[in-house]
């Protein structure tokens, strides 16, 4: 069994930061990409990109995210983490953590995904 928790959420004012993290855990051989994504208020189901990192450090970003997010892991704790600085109103969603990982035993890699973390910008 394999879970994806996040942690870090929460109010923050504009202009302010946070660090999101992301823990997985369970019967994982190996994971390859995680990455964090986010749904906003009143735009239905889809999930936007925020940032993805490879196991190697390769690292994708939203392109209007560039500058104020930094993605990083560390592969030996099976962790992803999102700093998050000059937040604006804009930027409040459920942030979720993916990852595409091969569970043990298996031969195909799966995608996982965390129950998500609220992040609300407000004064």
């Known amino acids: 069994q394999v879970q994806l928790v996040e942690s870090g959420g929460g109010l923050v004012q504009p202009g302010g930061s946070l660090r999101l993290s992301c823990a997985a855990s369970g019967s994982i051989f190996s994971i390859n990409d995680m990455g964090w994504y986010r749904q906003a208020p009143g735009k239905g189901k889809q999930r936007e990109l925020v940032?993805?990192?490879?196991?190697?450090?390769?690292?994708n970003y939203a392109d209007s995210l560039k500058g104020r997010f930094t993605i990083s892991r560390n592969n030996a704790e099976k962790m992803v983490y999102l700093q998050m600085n000059s937040l604006k109103p804009e930027d409040a969603a459920v942030y979720y953590c993916?990852?595409?990982?091969?569970?043990?035993?298996?031969?195909?890699?799966?995608?996982?995904w965390g129950q998500g973390t609220q992040v609300t910008v407000s004064s």
């Open positions: 993916n990852a595409d990982l091969y569970p043990l035993g298996l031969k195909e890699s799966y995608v996982y």
């Open positions: 940032a993805t990192i490879s196991n190697i450090g390769k690292i």
